[in-house]
Nanobody, 116 residues
Framework: QVQLVESGGGLVQAGGSLRLSCAAS????????IGWYRQAPGKQREFVAL???????NLADSVKGRFTISRDAAKNTVYLQMNSLKPEDTAVYYC??????????WGQGTQVTVSS
């Protein structure tokens, strides 16, 4: 089992920055990929970014150039640095972990609200 706890959400003005954290605990040695997803009201959950255990990263086109994903392996923590935030970035952001073998875990989510 893997437990994920997100933090760092909040209210920010457009153009501002936030850094989200995803702290993993439990069987973290099985984690292959950690990703961030978001879900805005009335919309489906969508992919934002991911980072693999070998530090390969991928970001959604909508956040490229503004968001950065990184990890601190010693702390079992993944960060999502969000710059130049837009109102359309407003959503609940969820951390997701995929293990080997392929089990998937989700955090409880953290709210990000960007005011115009």
């Amino acid at each position: 089992q893997v437990q994920l706890v997100e933090s760092g959400g909040g209210l920010v003005q457009a153009g501002g920055s936030l850094r989200l954290s995803c702290a993993a605990s439990g069987n973290t040695f099985n984690i292959d990929i950690i990703g961030w997803y978001r879900q805005a009201p009335g919309k489906q959950r969508e992919f934002v970014a991911l980072i693999s255990s070998s530090d390969n990263t991928n970001l959604a086109d909508s956040v490229k150039g503004r968001f950065t994903i990184s990890r601190d392996a010693a702390k079992n923590t993944v960060y999502l640095q969000m710059n130049s935030l837009k109102p359309e970035d407003t959503a609940v952001y969820y951390c997701n972990a995929m293990t080997l073998p392929r089990d998937i875990y989700w955090g409880q989510g953290t709210q990000v609200t960007v005011s115009s």
